[in-house]
């Protein structure tokens, strides 16, 4: 994950966070995996509590 933080007020906030990931899920469709992914970044407990920050996300399926 890479967060991006900027000086907001005179003090530092975060601004946003961008998850990546590179999957290879052998026997898995690819549109599932991806779902899969945005799945989970719905659902974490730490997005949750960061709902106040953008988050994104950057998935794809790792080729051999």
Do not use: W
């Not at 991806?34 to 950057?58: F, G, T």
């Amino acid at each position: 994950a890479r967060v991006e933080m900027d000086k907001i007020d005179g003090h530092f906030a975060v601004v946003g966070i961008l998850l990546t990931l590179e999957a290879d899920v052998p026997g898995m469709a690819d549109a599932d995996v991806l779902a899969a992914a945005e799945k989970a970044k719905a659902n974490c407990p730490v997005s949750q509590a960061l709902k106040a920050v953008p988050i994104r996300l950057e998935a794809r399926v790792a080729t051999a």
